[in-house]
């Protein structure tokens, strides 16, 4: 009788419980989200952006959720429509036991601007594309050129260690592609462009460029040059610029010795060789006739003439 009745304790205790738990559910799934029990943080990490309102995010609430009960609401279904916006790296959707209603949202951090076709967009740091808002600018660097899918990230961690370092940051203020697929850096002093090639080996480009820098280029006038490349390896090849009065001394003797380079016929071509070698067949060819075994008159007079033939050849082959 005992086992019987704590079972039966038991039971109802369980009854009860459920009944007051499906009562509490109840009452909080009627329960209305309003305005100030929905919270909305934005996380960037270091770097602020704005490219994601806080009202729109309470809209699409709103949305998701017409009747703006706890019930009705679909967490995951809301989770999802905010992580699809573009901007947003992440998003996370919960509900206190309280009833309030905490939305955290990651937003994407540009690395740089990218100018190709025609269209602009942003790129951050994992290599993903997402829109230009007309709401909001981040300041980043400016790169053009038709740049492909799978040189983002490198490209990216480029702009992040000019970004990082004082010398580059100084003077780096865009990137540009050319239509040989060689990557230039532009620059705020001058009018010239630094010429990087690919994107290997950048911290030893960027060192040959400050070295260059510091050793030589801070005693010119920046406008000097048009193009200063480090492309290759250990030597920096560097092209003036033709619109600079200094250079045109410089550009009218390098034209003058091109062209009497062009004009002026090379030395080796004025001395044939083929009268040359017959000059030498002629000598031994009269040293080696068989009359001058008959005759050895005739054969004195021959050698005498090929003595004072050898020496008139010796000249013509000088």
């Known amino acids: 009788m005992k086992n019987k009745y704590r079972i039966l304790k038991i039971v109802i205790t369980v009854i009860i419980?459920?009944?007051?738990?499906?009562?509490?559910?109840?009452?909080?799934?009627?329960?209305?989200?309003?305005?100030?029990?929905?919270?909305?943080?934005?996380?960037?990490?270091?770097?602020?952006?704005?490219?994601?309102?806080?009202?729109?995010?309470?809209?699409?609430?709103?949305?998701?959720?017409?009747?703006?009960?706890?019930?009705?609401?679909?967490?995951?279904?809301?989770?999802?429509?905010i992580n699809n916006l573009p901007a947003v790296d992440s998003a996370n959707v919960y509900l206190n036991l309280n009833g309030k209603l905490n939305l955290d949202i990651k937003q994407r951090v540009p690395v740089f601007r990218l100018n190709k076709e025609g269209r602009d967009f942003y790129v951050d740091e994992k290599g993903t594309e997402f829109p230009i808002s007309k709401t909001y600018s981040h300041p980043c660097m400016l790169v053009t050129g038709d740049v492909q899918k799978d040189e983002y990230r490198q490209l990216a961690e480029l702009v992040e260690k000019i970004d990082k370092d004082d010398f580059s940051?100084?003077?780096?203020?865009?990137?540009?592609?050319?239509?040989?697929?060689?990557?230039n850096l532009l620059t705020s002093e001058g009018n010239y462009k630094v010429e990087i090639g690919d994107?290997?080996?950048?911290?030893?480009?960027?060192?040959?460029?400050?070295?260059?820098?510091?050793?030589?280029?801070?005693?010119?006038?920046?406008?000097?040059?048009?193009k200063i490349s480090v492309k290759y390896q250990n030597q920096i090849?560097?092209?003036?610029?033709?619109?600079?009065?200094?250079?045109?001394?410089?550009?009218?003797?390098?034209?003058?010795?091109?062209?009497?380079?062009s004009t002026t016929p090379p030395a080796v071509r004025k001395t044939?060789?083929?009268?040359?070698?017959?000059?030498?067949?002629?000598?031994?060819?009269?040293?080696?006739?068989?009359k001058a075994t008959t005759k050895p008159k005739e054969t004195k007079k021959t050698e005498k003439k090929a003595a004072a033939a050898r020496p008139k050849a010796k000249v013509k082959i000088e």
């Open 17 to 81: 419980l459920g009944f007051l738990l499906s009562f509490s559910l109840r009452k909080f799934s009627r329960q209305k989200i309003t305005d100030d029990r929905i919270s909305v943080k934005m996380n960037s990490g270091k770097t602020p952006v704005y490219f994601v309102d806080e009202k729109d995010i309470r809209e699409i609430v709103k949305k998701e959720n017409p009747s703006g009960k706890v019930g009705d609401l679909n967490i995951p279904a809301l989770e999802k429509k």
């Open 272 to 290: 044939p060789e083929a009268p040359k070698a017959a000059a030498v067949k002629k000598t031994s060819s009269t040293s080696s006739k068989p």
């Open 237 to 261: 090849v560097t092209t003036l610029n033709p619109y600079f009065k200094e250079n045109d001394s410089i550009l009218n003797i390098g034209n003058k010795e091109l062209a009497k380079a």
């Open 169 to 183: 940051k100084k003077y780096f203020i865009g990137i540009s592609k050319d239509y040989k697929g060689n990557y």
């Open 199 to 226: 994107l290997d080996n950048i911290e030893f480009k960027v060192k040959g460029f400050k070295a260059f820098v510091e050793k030589y280029l801070v005693y010119q006038d920046p406008q000097k040059y048009n």
